[in-house]
């Protein structure tokens, strides 16, 4: 059973940094991981996704403030956000994908409007507020 457990949010003024993590057991099936938010009243979308071997893929709207990782000893993911915005305020959410993907079908599995077709398993979420 695949479990995944986000932590790390909070609140924040905007410029400010926050690192979100998440701790994954039982997965082993697949090989990619990302972070999707979900804003108020907004659709799931996707922010950062990763696969095991390191290749990453990123939203344009976080490229060059965010940075996903892992540490796959560890089996943990991790989001670190730099110069937060109040439009990056949204609960958080951990994901990982079941099946095995090809690294340039990452950026199109981040950006899929289907999200749950790609990304199988899904943490509680941790909310991320940041103010003006």
């Known amino acids: 059973q695949v479990q995944l457990q986000e932590s790390g949010g909070g609140s924040v003024q905007s410029g400010g940094s926050l690192k979100l993590s998440c701790a994954a057991s039982g997965y082993s099936s697949g090989n990619s991981m990302g972070w999707f938010r979900q804003a108020p009243g907004k659709g799931l979308e996707g922010v950062a996704a990763i696969l095991r071997d390191g290749s990453t893929s990123y939203a344009d709207s976080v490229k060059g403030r965010f940075i996903i990782s892992q540490d796959n000893a560890k089996n943990m993911l991790y989001l670190q956000m730099n110069s937060l915005k109040p439009e990056d305020t949204a609960m958080y959410y951990c994901?990982?994908?079941?099946?095995?993907?090809?690294?340039?079908?990452?950026?199109?599995?981040?950006?899929?409007?289907?999200?749950?077709?790609?990304?199988?398993?899904w943490g509680q979420g941790t909310q991320v507020t940041v103010s003006s």
């Open positions: 994901a990982a994908a079941k099946a095995v993907i090809a690294g340039r079908e990452l950026r199109a599995w981040l950006l899929a409007s289907s999200i749950h077709d790609q990304y199988n398993f």
